[in-house]
C-alpha cells in the first residue's frame, strides 16, 4: 500500500492515464516527471551543500540536534538514578499496604 491507495485504485489511476494520454505519451509523461523529480534532488542536495559550506566556513556547527538529543538522554538518566530509590520505598509501602495481594506490574 503506498500512499493509502489500494491495487485496484492504482489501477483504475492509470487506466484513467493511458485514456487521456494515450499509450504514445505516456513514455514522454514519464521521461519528463522523472526529469523534473531529478532537478528537485539536485536543487535540494545543492541547497545543503552550499548550507553546509558555509556553516564550515563560518565556523557554526550544524549538528546541534545530535548534541541536544545526548544531553537531553543524559539528564534522563541522571533523573532515574534519583528515582530509582524513590519507587523501591514506594514499592515497599504498597506490598505492606496489600499484603498477600499481588501489584501488577
Known sequence: ??????????????LIVVMLFGADKLPEIARGLGKGMRQIKDATNDIKREIRNSAEKNDIDIDIAAKVRDEVS??????????????????????DLTGPIKRNK
Request: proline share 3%.
Open 1 to 14: 500500500m503506498y500512499l493509502f491507495i489500494s491495487g485496484a485504485e492504482i489501477f483504475v489511476i492509470l
Open 74 to 95: 543524559k539528564a534522563t538518566g541522571n533523573f532515574d538514578d534519583f528515582t530509582r530509590p524513590i519507587k523501591k520505598v514506594k514499592d515497599t509501602i504498597i506490598d
